[in-house]
């Protein structure tokens, strides 16, 4: 019981320090950028089979506020859907400056982004991937982030979005993986971003050598090139705190995709080379085991289920007071319900995507890894 109460109390401790940091990132002001300080950008958007989603992505970089020239680079990592059309009925439709980009015989999406790197004529790069939707600010709000805090990288806000209940966890725990993000940033630990909303330099990017040395890791385009570049330029990367940063792409509609997704995501972590991230991988990993055991204690043993009772209840609060500070900057219509189910799904869900990321296999975009 000893070693439960410290496990939890580390807990405790552990969603409490991540809701102070995730306050503390400071919003980024919403300003209207000057035309003298927005320099020509280059977005990059590395697509496979997006074409029902494209369209609606590239209209939206039509409507943005920028008062700079941009270029958007489309890497096509052989698409065998109307993707193509779309870009090609975009071109025709909207006033951008776009270039369709095909993969020879390379494949994935760091070779995309590689190779849409060396292509770009801008000193600043933002990416997003194809199955997403932006605001007219983004690429003003992340361009006037870099003049103001002379950054290498910044990760910006992505919001899931659907209907219904499933969808609402997804949405509440995809909020809280991205406050995450940020408040390891704020504590110079950089743990994660999100390729679907992120920039940096070209010069930072060559010189880290981009995803040289892990080409052959499926995903993780975000991770270890943000770990590469804050570790090159002396923790040179942001966050941008803004709700016209913010990047929104749909939730999964069934439990075997939505595990599918969170099976590639979890499974680089062992691929890291920080102790740190992989300290707090197989930490987390425990940490539940222990929540499922106390939760066994207070079914199967009378003389132990009060002071396990009593650990479970700290241990709701403090998630949940971290829950609802992620959800409170997306906006998100969450109620107890929503919150006291994923404090309890979440445990089991984790454990189970820990050995479904070691001895488990997932596919992307048709395929299987």
């Not at 790069?125 to 709000?141: A, Q």
């Not at 330099?201 to 890791?217: C, D, M, P």
Request: glycine share 8%; hydrophobic share 45%.
């Amino acid at each position: 019981m000893i070693f439960l109460a410290l496990f939890s109390a580390m807990h405790i401790v552990f969603f409490l320090v991540l809701r102070r940091e995730w306050l503390r990132v400071p919003f980024h002001p919403s300003d209207s950028l000057e035309k003298e300080k927005s320099g020509f950008v280059s977005v990059l958007i590395p697509i496979r089979n997006e074409g029902q989603n494209i369209f609606y992505l590239l209209q939206d970089l039509s409507k943005q506020d920028y008062p700079g020239g941009f270029e958007v680079l489309v890497i096509d990592d052989h698409s065998s859907d109307r993707s193509r059309d779309e870009i090609e009925r975009a071109m025709r439709d909207f006033d951008l400056d776009i270039r369709l980009l095909h993969l020879g015989a390379e494949q994935g999406k760091k070779a995309a982004a590689t190779f849409g790197v060396r292509q770009a004529k801008g000193d600043i790069i933002l990416c997003t991937d194809g199955d997403c939707r932006l605001k007219s600010g983004w690429m003003s709000s992340f361009i006037s982030f870099f003049n103001a805090k002379g950054v290498q990288m910044a990760t910006g806000p992505v919001e899931m979005v659907g209907k219904g209940f499933f969808a609402k966890l997804q949405s509440l725990e995809f909020a809280s993986l991205i406050a995450f993000g940020a408040a390891s940033l704020q504590l110079r630990q950089p743990s994660t971003g999100n390729g679907a909303n992120m920039g940096y330099r070209k010069r930072a990017f060559l010189e880290v050598n981009g995803y040289e040395g892990n080409e052959q890791i499926p995903s993780g385009d975000d991770e270890f090139l943000l770990q590469k570049i804050y570790n090159a330029f002396d923790g040179s990367v942001g966050f941008v705190k803004s709700q016209r940063a913010i990047v929104k792409t749909d939730v999964k509609d069934d439990v075997k995709s939505f595990f599918n997704q969170r099976t590639r995501w979890s499974s680089k972590w062992r691929f890291h080379k920080s102790l740190f991230i992989k300290g707090s991988a197989i930490l987390i990993f425990l940490d539940f085991l222990v929540y499922l055991i106390l939760l066994g204690l207070v079914i199967a043993i009378p003389d132990d289920s009060v002071i396990a009772s009593l650990l479970i209840l700290g241990r709701w609060l403090a998630g949940s007071a971290y829950l609802k500070s992620a959800s409170d900057f997306f906006a998100l219509s969450t109620n107890t319900l929503h919150i006291l189910a994923m404090l309890l799904i979440y445990p089991i869900y984790v454990i189970v995507l820990g050995f479904a990321s070691i001895f488990g296999r997932y596919s992307w975009k048709d395929r299987i890894y």
